[in-house]
């Protein structure tokens, strides 16, 4: 046990570094005061219960002190942040979306594909006219465009080009609800070096069947499309559909689309009618189309007589979302060639 002396040193460190860190107060020391004066004289103790005591006061003293130190010190520490358990993974940020009326996806042919419809916000405003791009959606056979625009006067045009110029193809354009534009290129963009396709889009407006003229000018907005992927679905080798030989040069599906181009020899655009090419499903009901176009293979600069007999054909149809098989029926002069698909669920 350690001697009076080296207690005595000790307590009196513990009382030095009480009083630096809880310094005294004159109310304080007046409420001590107070309460001395109060106590009741009863005579003197004797030597050993007072050593008793006097020991027992040291303790508490020394163990109140010490638990006021610790808590001081615990106080001026700095508090580390929590952080989350190893099993606990934050959860990735979502792709953004579009949030866009019914009305315009099912304008586009986009109902089964909404969560690709990708959300923009570009404004542009001459005079009082207001036109804003407000979502797109782009795969390798479709550009697709929406717009918002007030007052709601006059008829839409838009011309788009990618890096390397107009994306010359067919086309169409629908309204959604009233105000909004849908308009749709059966065309993908052309991909530049950073994966994407960076498109050019010029927005202005035509004279509409309410007789009200549309202010004069063009909305120009620039936008970069990542583009849905597509898979390549079997086509059959060149074969010969009467008159006409047939090559298929594209069939696959995007999500959006079931896609069809091929060139037809010996067969001229205005032989190509609304029968001559459909895709059915199972129960024979006809897909959906979305686009459809019979041109020259050859530019007009070099038509001729034995250019003018080649047609290339490019055709597209909504892929339904729950898949399954379809048969593409191609009726030329000399009969029919059906092609059975199989397309998996979106």
């Known amino acids: 046990m350690p001697r009076n002396q080296e207690l005595e040193t000790r307590l009196r460190e513990v009382a ?68 989350p358990a190893a099993s606990v993974k934050p959860s990735a940020t979502p792709a953004p979306q579009a949030s866009l009326p019914d009305e315009d996806l099912r304008a586009a042919g986009l109902t089964n594909v909404a969560a690709l419809v990708m959300p923009e916000d570009q404004q542009g405003q001459i005079g009082v006219q207001t036109i804003r791009l407000i979502g797109s959606y782009a795969d390798p056979a479709r550009t697709v465009l929406f717009f918002r625009y007030a007052p709601n006067v006059g008829t839409p045009r838009v011309r788009v080009s990618d890096a390397q110029g107009p994306l010359n193809a067919g086309g169409s354009g629908n309204g959604g609800i009233a105000g909004d534009y849908v308009t749709a290129v059966d065309a993908g963009a052309r991909v530049s070096e950073d994966g994407l396709g960076h498109l050019a889009v010029i927005f202005s407006l035509m004279p509409g069947p309410n007789a009200v003229p549309p202010p004069p000018g063009e909305w120009r907005f620039s936008l970069a499309v990542k583009l849905q992927p597509a898979t390549a679905l079997p086509a059959p080798t060149p074969f010969a559909l009467g008159k006409w030989n047939v090559t ?24 190509i009618q609304m029968s001559t090419l459909d895709l059915v499903d199972a129960s024979g009901r006809s897909l959906r189309e979305m686009g459809g176009e019979a041109s020259l293979t050859a530019p007009k600069t070099q038509s001729n007589a034995s250019t003018d007999n080649n047609t290339r054909v490019d055709y597209q149809w909504m892929r339904p979302a729950a898949g399954g098989t379809y048969q593409l029926r191609i009726q030329g002069p000399g009969g029919t060639r059906t092609i059975v698909l199989t397309v998996a669920p979106i």
């Open 16 to 83: 030095d570094e009480f009083d630096r860190g809880f310094p005294a107060t004159p109310q304080l020391n007046r409420m001590i005061l107070l309460r001395v004066d109060r106590q009741p004289q009863t005579g003197r103790r004797s030597g050993r219960r007072l050593v008793a005591e006097l020991a027992l006061t040291g303790l508490l003293l020394v163990g109140g002190v010490a638990l006021a130190v610790t808590m001081a010190h615990t106080r001026s520490l700095p508090t580390a942040p929590l952080q």
């Open 248 to 271: 298929v040069e594209k069939l696959e599906a995007t999500p959006a689309v079931i896609h069809f181009q091929a060139m037809l020899a010996g067969a001229t655009p205005d032989a």
